[in-house]
């Protein structure tokens, strides 16, 4: 598993452009490349060259004029998409149709803005086969997995209640909670009303109150002031314990009920939980991408893909609907 190309279009924070390359911890796309033995060459592209060089020159690699150019001259295998989530869709759809398109592309969330984009980008996935892996970080995450298996082996019992504290877009950043509580609970939300909290830097993309249903329990989206500061919290209450995830997933806490000494039904840490999360999830995206660019097995591109992605984006295009019925 050596000599593949990755390519970076969009070369801004998650891209690696502040991250330290020498610590340990990965977040970004070049670092994730540049960990992972399988990957060789590094190419770049950004609409600012000056990003895209200053990128190249931290990585190792090569920075491109534009897409055609780095397709064309760099033959990648993988792409990675990291433009603003307004260019996802048009990017992807010059990346898929090319006659040099890689093997897969790995895009940033939100996927795209319309349900219609998500059917063109389904309809060019079998066309043109190429693969889409879509960057919902806390799906690639230990903890987040593992959380999932509790959850869904029934071993706390029902939901009974979820909150969660957000900031900076019902889009943006609402959908990462929306995926990974689908995720979690292997079923869809029911969204049953979305109010207008405030505004996001993503000027058709407030940060909306919502309610909704999931596997039958109120969800309650609380929008937050990102003036004040950047949160990202989630408490699912279940009739046997509690998951607390704060700080966007990195603290973790698990709580199972038990009985005290004064017969009273309280919660305790269950043993063997760490408290951290989110441990470079990066990595095991760049794994499973690597491992797919070795075996050509699109069964372990399942979990990450459009269709999931699919599911996550109606959940949030169907709260923008209930937000925009109240004007009508
Ligand atoms: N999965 C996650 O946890 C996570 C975290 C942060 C950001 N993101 C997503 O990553 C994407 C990028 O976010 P960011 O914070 O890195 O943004 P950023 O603004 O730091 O970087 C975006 C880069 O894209 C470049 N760009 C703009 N238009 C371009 C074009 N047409 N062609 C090529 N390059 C272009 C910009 O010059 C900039 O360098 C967003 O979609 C965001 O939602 C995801």
């Given at each position: 598993m050596t000599g593949y190309r990755a390519a970076i279009v969009g070369c801004g924070m998650i891209a690696g452009c502040y991250e330290n390359l020498s610590t340990s911890e990965v977040y970004s796309h070049a670092k994730g490349y540049l960990r992972h033995r399988g990957f060789a060459t590094l190419g770049f592209v950004d609409s600012d060259p000056a990003r895209s060089e200053l990128l190249a020159a931290k990585a190792g690699g090569k920075s491109f004029a534009g897409i055609e150019e780095l397709l064309s001259g760099f033959h990648p295998d993988v792409v990675s998409v990291c433009v603003p989530d307004n260019l996802h869709f048009q990017t992807l759809e010059i990346l898929m149709r090319s006659?040099?398109?890689?093997?897969l592309i790995f895009v940033e969330k939100p996927v795209c803005d319309t349900r219609k984009q998500l059917d063109m980008l389904l309809d060019y996935q079998e066309r043109y086969s190429t693969p889409v892996v879509v960057n919902h970080s806390r799906r690639f995450d230990a903890m987040h997995s593992r959380i999932r298996s509790l959850l869904t082996a029934g071993d706390f019992g029902r939901p009974v209640r979820i909150h969660v504290d957000y900031y900076g877009g019902w889009r943006h950043l609402g959908v990462h909670v929306v995926d990974i509580l689908q995720y979690f609970f292997n079923a869809p939300m029911e969204i049953s009303g979305a109010t207008y909290y405030c505004h996001s830097k993503?000027?058709?993309?407030p940060t909306l109150n919502v309610n909704a249903t999931l596997a039958g329990a109120p969800v309650c989206f609380a929008g937050f002031p990102e003036a004040c500061y950047q949160i990202l919290d989630i408490n699912i209450q279940c009739e046997s314990g509690q998951i607390k995830l704060t700080d966007f997933g990195k603290r973790v806490e698990v709580l199972g009920k038990t009985v005290n000494a004064e017969q009273e039904s309280v919660l305790v840490a269950v043993p063997g939980w760490s408290n951290a999360g989110m441990q470079s999830p990066m990595v095991k995206a760049i794994e499973v991408i690597a491992g797919y660019l070795e075996y050509g097995d699109r069964g372990v591109l399942e979990p990450y893909g459009l269709e999931q992605a699919s599911m996550t984006m109606d959940t949030i295009w169907k709260g923008f609907e209930i937000y925009d019925a109240r004007f009508e």
């Amino acid at each position: 598993m050596t000599g593949y190309r990755a390519a970076i279009v969009g070369c801004g924070m998650i891209a690696g452009c502040y991250e330290n390359l020498s610590t340990s911890e990965v977040y970004s796309h070049a670092k994730g490349y540049l960990r992972h033995r399988g990957f060789a060459t590094l190419g770049f592209v950004d609409s600012d060259p000056a990003r895209s060089e200053l990128l190249a020159a931290k990585a190792g690699g090569k920075s491109f004029a534009g897409i055609e150019e780095l397709l064309s001259g760099f033959h990648p295998d993988v792409v990675s998409v990291c433009v603003p989530d307004n260019l996802h869709f048009q990017t992807l759809e010059i990346l898929m149709r090319s006659s040099c398109r890689p093997r897969l592309i790995f895009v940033e969330k939100p996927v795209c803005d319309t349900r219609k984009q998500l059917d063109m980008l389904l309809d060019y996935q079998e066309r043109y086969s190429t693969p889409v892996v879509v960057n919902h970080s806390r799906r690639f995450d230990a903890m987040h997995s593992r959380i999932r298996s509790l959850l869904t082996a029934g071993d706390f019992g029902r939901p009974v209640r979820i909150h969660v504290d957000y900031y900076g877009g019902w889009r943006h950043l609402g959908v990462h909670v929306v995926d990974i509580l689908q995720y979690f609970f292997n079923a869809p939300m029911e969204i049953s009303g979305a109010t207008y909290y405030c505004h996001s830097k993503y000027p058709d993309d407030p940060t909306l109150n919502v309610n909704a249903t999931l596997a039958g329990a109120p969800v309650c989206f609380a929008g937050f002031p990102e003036a004040c500061y950047q949160i990202l919290d989630i408490n699912i209450q279940c009739e046997s314990g509690q998951i607390k995830l704060t700080d966007f997933g990195k603290r973790v806490e698990v709580l199972g009920k038990t009985v005290n000494a004064e017969q009273e039904s309280v919660l305790v840490a269950v043993p063997g939980w760490s408290n951290a999360g989110m441990q470079s999830p990066m990595v095991k995206a760049i794994e499973v991408i690597a491992g797919y660019l070795e075996y050509g097995d699109r069964g372990v591109l399942e979990p990450y893909g459009l269709e999931q992605a699919s599911m996550t984006m109606d959940t949030i295009w169907k709260g923008f609907e209930i937000y925009d019925a109240r004007f009508e």
